[in-house]
Each structure stands twice: as structure tokens, then as C-alpha cells.
């Protein structure tokens, strides 16, 4: 019989999981995960790793198709040419959530975290 090498963690499944599946393991969840033999484990460890890439390219392309969609209702409101600067600058004077966190915003628009940061002070200071 051959020795088989395992690769989950006691100590990281509840980390895994709500990385995977968006929430922590249930008592149900603990249950199950303590009564499992370490074959049984590994398998479960290898389906969250699974679900978390997918859901990891899930959120990439739901992000670029945001920013794509942001970036064309921007460019009609700026008359045809996206200008992420200009765009901040009219944003923060429509929008408190915005004017207050930017990261916020980007949140409720499904836009990456920081999709503003590289305009971000410059905008603050022209729209002051």
C-alpha cells in the first residue's frame, strides 16, 4: 500500500471555505469535517481549492465586465471618451458614498478594489 501525501489543514478549513464557498463551515460543516478520515479530508480540501478558482475567475470577469459598462455609460455622460480623472471629479460631486469611499463605491458598482486609486487625490483636490 503507498503512502499518500496529504495537503489540507486542520487549521486552515474554515479559512478555505468561506474563501470557497463564502462562509465559514457550519457546526453541521465542523461536524462532518472532524468525522472525516484523512482521504476523506483531502478530498474535501481539493473540491473547496477547486470552487474557490472558479469562483476567483468568477469575480475577475464579473469585475472587467463592470469596469467595460462603467467605462461606456462614463464615456456617453463625458460626450465619447472615457477620462477616469474626469469621471471621479463629477462622481464625487453627485455621490456621498463616494465623496467618503471610494472603495464603497467601487463595491456597489461590482468595480475592483482600488479601480480609483490611481486617480483618487487628483480628483479629491480638482473637485475641492
Known amino acids: 500500500?503507498?503512502?499518500?501525501?496529504?495537503?489540507?489543514?486542520?487549521?486552515?478549513?474554515?479559512?478555505?471555505?468561506?474563501?470557497?464557498?463564502?462562509?465559514?463551515?457550519?457546526?453541521?460543516?465542523?461536524?462532518?469535517?472532524?468525522?472525516?478520515?484523512?482521504?476523506?479530508?483531502?478530498?474535501?480540501?481539493?473540491?473547496?481549492?477547486?470552487?474557490?478558482?472558479?469562483?476567483?475567475?468568477?469575480?475577475?470577469?464579473?469585475?472587467?465586465?463592470?469596469?467595460?459598462?462603467?467605462?461606456?455609460?462614463?464615456?456617453a455622460k463625458l460626450g465619447g471618451e472615457f477620462d477616469k480623472k474626469a469621471a471621479a471629479i463629477q462622481i464625487i460631486a453627485a455621490d456621498p458614498d463616494f465623496q467618503y469611499d471610494p472603495d464603497y463605491f467601487c463595491y456597489k458598482r461590482s468595480l475592483p478594489y482600488g479601480y480609483f486609486r490611481d486617480v483618487e487625490m487628483a480628483a479629491f483636490e480638482a473637485a475641492a
Not at 16 to 22: I, P, S, T
Not at 24 to 49: L, T, V, Y
Open 1 to 75: 500500500m503507498q503512502n499518500q501525501e496529504f495537503t489540507y489543514s486542520d487549521d486552515l478549513w474554515s479559512d478555505l471555505h468561506k474563501d470557497a464557498f463564502g462562509f465559514r463551515p457550519g457546526s453541521a460543516g465542523w461536524d462532518a469535517w472532524d468525522s472525516s478520515s484523512p482521504e476523506q479530508k483531502q478530498k474535501m480540501w481539493d473540491a473547496a481549492i477547486k470552487e474557490m478558482r472558479e469562483s476567483e475567475a468568477r469575480q475577475i470577469a464579473a469585475e472587467e465586465s463592470a469596469v467595460k459598462e462603467f467605462e461606456a455609460e462614463w464615456a
